[in-house]
């Protein structure tokens, strides 16, 4: 990608903010997944059912915050407040792409106020998403953010793969790249596919302390579980807003959980 993309945040008042991820958590249909019994298993086994105060604790820890930020404020609502088109760049390796298609035909099935799509051209993308090889990880991190930053960020995160974004003075994010390898197993590609174009779409923080999200290095999914679903349909409810601190995300919290609860549940086929 070309480093232009990324404006230097000394010389801009935008703020860039990264996640880092181990090797976990991806998602795909479910005639994909049952494929790779890696994932199959782990959907058996995901649990479903959760309190109110269990999805707010996860929601606050990865909505606010930052694992690794660049510039600016971390302690608001960072979200797109427009369509999100992500476009796929990189050479060869059609299947990947492919993957990564049904990967964002799926996050857009399940959360109900994004839109998001493939983009047939970069200029049409505000999702960016470099396919490289896993020897290339080091040199492409160090063309998007400089030898420094990305020193920094190899000795903060050790990442696999890498997402990050580019938000306003309102907060509102603008431009979001993705880093993925695409030589290592499907596994692990599809699970750095599902975490990092999520965070890329503002929950960038990573959580210990959360036992049920793909944000949590420590935990290794493989599918857009219905924790995480939770998350993003709060995000992306219209009543939640770029800019808002936590105290005014709780005002209006409360409804917006009622409702989100009704389209998870329905999405997929919960038990009353």
Request: with cysteine.
């Amino acid at each position: 990608m070309n480093v232009s993309r990324w404006p230097s945040p000394i010389l801009k008042t935008f703020a860039v903010v990264l996640a880092g991820i181990a090797v976990n958590n991806v998602v795909l249909q479910p005639s994909a997944s049952s494929e790779i019994p890696a994932i199959a298993s782990r959907q058996r086994a995901e649990k479903k059912s959760f309190t109110d105060s269990e999805i707010v604790e996860g929601f606050f820890k990865t909505a606010f915050g930052a694992e690794y930020h660049l510039a600016g404020r971390v302690d608001r609502i960072r979200k797109y407040d427009m369509p999100v088109r992500v476009f796929a760049d990189g050479v060869g390796r059609p299947d990947r792409k492919a993957q990564l298609a049904k990967v964002v035909a799926d996050i857009g099935r399940r959360v109900q106020h994004l839109d998001i799509a493939m983009a047939p051209t970069s200029d049409d993308a505000n999702v960016i998403v470099n396919l490289v090889r896993d020897r290339d990880l080091s040199r492409t991190i160090t063309s998007l953010y400089g030898s420094e930053r990305a020193k920094e960020i190899r000795t903060s995160l050790d990442p696999q793969c890498l997402s990050g974004f580019r938000k306003n003075e309102q907060f509102e994010i603008e431009h979001s790249d993705v880093i993925l390898t695409y030589d290592s197993s499907d596994f692990t590609f599809l699970d750095c596919a599902y975490e990092e174009l999520l965070q890329s779409l503002g929950p960038i923080n990573d959580t210990s302390s959360v036992p049920w999200t793909m944000f949590n290095d420590n935990v290794s999914m493989g599918f857009f579980d219905v924790y995480d679903q939770y998350i993003l349909n709060l995000l992306y409810d219209p009543r939640i807003k770029a800019g808002m601190t936590v105290q005014e995300v709780k005002a209006v919290l409360p409804e917006v959980l009622a409702d989100v609860r009704a389209w998870v549940k329905n999405v997929n086929n919960l038990p009353e």
